[in-house]
């Protein structure tokens, strides 16, 4: 059995462009699909956030309309209370890349608004990817490499093909024109090749040691690829 590192948002909002708040959090799928995985396969989770907040979970992600239907919303939202590591989370500040065998981030817009500007979490993303464990990103979660930069000021990632929540996904969600930035384009401009796929179907990118998904439905091959590499 390994321990995993889950690396989850503290956001509950998210600024937009004209300076209101979207409510927003983790995406319930995107964490819980790979929770069932890992821990179904023998695996320990280990949930980190920044200054160690109980992570808000993105209550749109609980709709009957965004889990195809009332009996899928019904058993992601029991599983999310199964994920009892969740509630107790460590400081992110205080994790030790040594004690973790692969590190994954979920989505959710939430990672936008502070994993994305997270020292420790870009430190920890740089450290991770030159240890040469696995590490899995899904959704908006890889705006979280945007931190991972170098001394000498270039992104660790630059180079490296990932798939990521697109610039049309997010303007048929909703909010297009209305975030400060996005996703798709700030990845490009730090040098990450963003290999886009359909809006909304399964997308897993694997580059070396990096796995990224760009959606909530690439939530769960997503975990499978991990579970291949540990």
Not at 96 to 115: K, Q, S, T
Not at 201 to 221: C, E, F, I, M
Request: aromatic share 6%.
């Amino acid at each position: 059995m390994s321990k995993i590192l889950f690396v989850v948002t503290g956001a509950d909002r998210l600024t937009l462009a004209d300076g209101s708040a979207h409510p927003t959090g983790f995406w319930a799928e995107e964490a819980v699909a790979p929770y069932e995985a890992l821990r179904s396969a023998g695996h320990e989770v280990v949930v980190a956030t920044p200054g160690g907040v109980v992570p808000p979970v993105d209550r749109g992600s609980l709709t009957p309309e965004m889990n195809g239907g009332r009996e899928n919303a019904d058993r992601i939202a029991k599983a999310l209370e199964s994920f009892t590591e969740l509630r107790r989370p460590v400081r992110l500040e205080d994790v030790r890349l040594d004690e973790y065998a692969a590190v994954f981030y979920p989505g959710g817009h939430g990672p936008m608004e502070d994993l994305a500007v997270h020292p420790g979490s870009g430190r920890l993303l740089v450290e991770a990817l030159d240890s040469g464990k696995p590490l899995a990103v899904v959704c908006h979660g890889p705006a979280a490499l945007l931190a991972a930069v170098r001394e000498d000021g270039g992104n660790a990632f630059a180079g490296y093909e990932v798939a990521a929540f697109t610039n049309a996904e997010e303007a048929q969600g909703g909010l297009g024109d209305k975030v400060r930035w996005l996703l798709e384009d700030r990845l490009t401009e730090a040098g990450v090749r963003v290999r886009a796929g359909e809006p909304w179907a399964p997308n897993v990118v694997v580059d070396r040691t990096l796995v990224t998904g760009q959606n909530p439905a690439s939530s769960a091959p997503l975990a499978e690829e991990l579970l291949k590499r540990l």
